[in-house]
């Protein structure tokens, strides 16, 4: 069987298991405090060309976004988000158990405008009695989103102007966020990011790491205390030396872009492939994850030799299929793939 | 100025202010141990012809709300309702602060219907990684609904019915529940409840008392230590009396809804009225709340002399408004409105 | 039977039930934005001698403590409070159903020291990883403390001090401020709390009104958005002329004292007659409240015609009984309880 | 520097990163359900000698107490444990920030009795008004303890029998249990437990493991829905497969044991060298955590070599210094420790 149903059914990129055996012995302090983690941080503030911003490491994506989002609002105010948002349909009511109504609207590919935004902001802020609604306070987008899609650099710039002047926070979930930002249909660069959000995070777990997501803090009323939510949400590796490490090795040399420019690649033969086999695509992705309408009797047959993840009914005939390519995606494997489809 | 803009604008039926009076120097032990709780929850059983529910009295009801949805939900677990319900919109997320999320659904006049139900129940348990997914495990509906419609015996029945093959809770929020189950387009009983959900309230606070609602907990499940809940989410009143002395004079003599059907019939003179004068309707409400279609310039005149809450803007000559009646709404009144209609 | 058991056993001062009547058809805004409400507060502000101080009226001491005190707190801070705390013992922890720790010291005579205040802070601040640990940030008393003694203006200054100097906030819980305030064990004024704290509340529920706090917040950090706590807490009431009124008569020509005083002196009256006839004191209490230990057999036979509240066993032969007074107690039944002692 | 501060200042035993590099290619389910997560389970239920039993590994311990204990409490149920406890004193009030209460005893080096329990839950039973206090559900105990103390298998079975007796669970925090179970204070072996309590964890963090730590359900009532809270509180890992491999490692050949063995064994050298060379012990542990009252003077001296982490003052001339030995302490640096004491 070849698996494509996820971009999390292999290890490790390599490097990073072999930093792993090497700095095995070394004695480091706990809890963030090693040298590794100083330099993956010192790294990546360089790639980002931007010493300002604070960076810590964390373990998982839901975990990142219950303790970003609860750490920016108080009770009373919410997130808003499309209904396809991560944290609003399988992070199991993270953000909601923390106290926190998530907002949503409706999605267009995976995307928001800054129609919805204000619209929300208007509603509640214009209502006869305000403090009978929940206070929008934070915006929260994935890049790529959850549809495989991008936001432009315009789109983004627009989304957090209205953010701003409205007194909103943005954050960006980056879980795949190398995936996007190599992808063709962005000019966003990961520069550009501390000019256009408060808050993000660079996802490791689905683009080469064991595990791991860096989030970085660009906003100053951010900073205070972070730490302090990390632990409490149970976030705080105890050999903190190991998201260290990982995040030091990605971004050395550029290698995390590496990885998943190279995913891409082989993602976008197999979306070129099925659109010269006449398929037909559920959203328009240029990333590592693909949607394919797939009639159901050829789906069988190919699930003999290939796992897909099923995103859902198309019809009565035809199955939506998400094909993830990631670091360990062969090219034999894809052209296999291909020949088969 | 007259108004019409809420059923809270003026203090107490004066039989309850009455008892008040007469009881006050009355030695009665605190928080819900009194003589005049017994006798107000011997009253409610009774009105049920039922002895084995369990019977609290609660201040308001964002407080009643938010103590029985989290007294009855784990934290993965979600209370579904329609996109216009008062916890989904009005509450200030009161539900999400202890913790779950609110799974809304298009409303239709108000209301759900038990496709949405089951479809949002079968997404979840069919999904690949169930866990993931906020589980469904409550059904929470308002009679009458947030827009003065109702549901009939066999719609509630069915909704019921579907909550029940599903494993979920149906809980009945009657803010509003006098206005309700007096008015033409339901054949709802108050004894019904008891068959038609495991939980609901009596609405106190817009149906003559001061403040106050009666929580009915019908199903044995959701029975056990509902006190502490009470006591800790700050809805014990230390003088419990006063919420039993309201209670016990409101359902003495049916004098609950002797309040709600004058209140109703005064309403339903004014929607006639309307009707009469060529106003469409926004919802078709037979309760003391009516929604009519206001032209600006008509509003502005009227509003001279009279209060409405403004609902919504229809477009950009027309105001929803909203008018509602109560037990201290006069002839004399309705009267005036309706001759400058 | 005569009742000492608690200073919540009746209804409500005379004045009060009549202003209710006389208001009962007034047509007035809800969730506190009536005239009576208004006038409350203007009174209130003028019996502090400060304009600046924001007033919210609540429902009940849980309520106003949970609302008060997670409007202050982060999730990684907590509250310090002695041992004999109320939020600590008898709110079911209703503090952290909010996510707050309460940091416990032990308590002299119910009351907290500064030396204990200092010590937990630099506990936290010096520990090696201060982020392990929750940051004290708030300091909860009350006064009259729930043992029935009072601070000095000069321990309340020192316990203020203290908490500015290290970045904390002062909360003082008023249930039963006017009977401490009354006492001849504390020089502290009305006036002075504005000086001594971030923010308190005056306790009605056992000072003559039905029941209400009203929450007085000094310092300019706490004031924004707590409506929206208070709504979001269920404690906002729909028909807030009710708690407006009530306080509006309270506070008007000094009448909140007056009770107090009267009970106070009723009070003392029982402890001096307790002490002549020999019996032990358990707490040295000047306010409405008296501890005195009881051999068993005496209580016994007293319980045939008075009740008290069981404080604590003292030893095998002797309880802790808490007696109280209020604005209903009457001087004739002070005299029959005396004559039995 | 040779370092003696904690137990997690290397990376993993050699094996583990071994195993994780030669699968590393392996496509595998994310989120538990590869075939690594399920040979881990197996060898522990085996090395359980109970098949009974569920297991789910989490990757941190806070993160595993605060998951564990909120998915058994409800918001008015507490846990009792220790002054010293780990959630009451280490982890930011994360148990708290999921709305439960820590209901602390004083301890007896780390320990608490059963007098302490069946007092707590008398308390609260016999309360007039029970709903006012928070009820005592679940009690947390460490084996080995914080202090480095263990239980005997006859204190343990007392207290689980006075939690059952009284309708409360227990629960064992294990965070470095193999070190408490090879340590010869105590006669409890690892299958035991499963008839000495209804929830407990093996800690992998600090046995060996880059992280990790097996959570074993015993109790059926227990382990309904866990994997929700695992997803909800962030401690689900997408790449589940690194946890099985790891505990697959750990429970192959006995080697989790051999581990703490050796380590514990290198501990007890040093204690008995500072025993012998005069030094005072703060607790008598007989794990891999050792606590030597030293001179301030010396302290000063060693730590030009070595690094300790300082437990607490002991007095004005005298620190408690804790010294920890894991599995990549070598006998090189115990016997330059020692020479230098």
Known sequence: MIRFDSDYLEGAYPKILKKLVETNYDQEAGYGKDEYTKSATYKIRKALNNDNV???????????????????LRSYQGVICTDTGHINVHETGAIESFGNKVITVKNEEGKINIKQIQELVDLQRNYDLPEH????????????????????????????DVCRKNNLYLYIDGARLGYGLVAKDTDIKLQDLTE?????????????????????????????????????????????????????????NNLY?????????????????????GYKLFFNSFTN?????????????????????KWQKYDEENTVIRICTSWATTEENVNKLIEKL
Chains 1, 2, 3, 4 share one sequence.
Request: charged share 25%.
């Open 133 to 160: 609604l929940v206070m929008p306070k934070l915006v929260f987008i994935s890049l790529p989103t959850e549809c495989g899609t991008n936001y432009t650099k315009e789109e983004l710039k627009e989304i957090y």
């Open 54 to 72: 604070d960076v810590h490491f964390l373990v998982g994506g839901t975990q990142t976004n219950m303790t970003v989002i609860s750490s920016i």
């Open 257 to 277: 872009f590496k990885i998943c420019k190279q995913a891409v690649d082989l993602a976008l033969r197999i979306k070129e492939a099925a659109i010269e086999k």
């Open 196 to 252: 256009l959000c408060d808050i993000f995070y660079i996802g490791g777990t689905k683009c080469g790491a064991l595990f791991g997501e860096a989030v970085v803090i660009v906003n100053d009323e951010l900073k205070k205390d972070f730490r302090y939510y990390i632990k409490q949400r149970g976030a705080m590796l105890a050999k903190g030396r190991i998201l260290g490490i990982q995040f030091d090795t990605l971004f050395d």
């Open 289 to 309: 994850q693909q949607f394919i309408i797939m009639p159901n009797i050829k789906l069988k047959e190919l699930e003999k030799e290939f796992a897909f993840f």
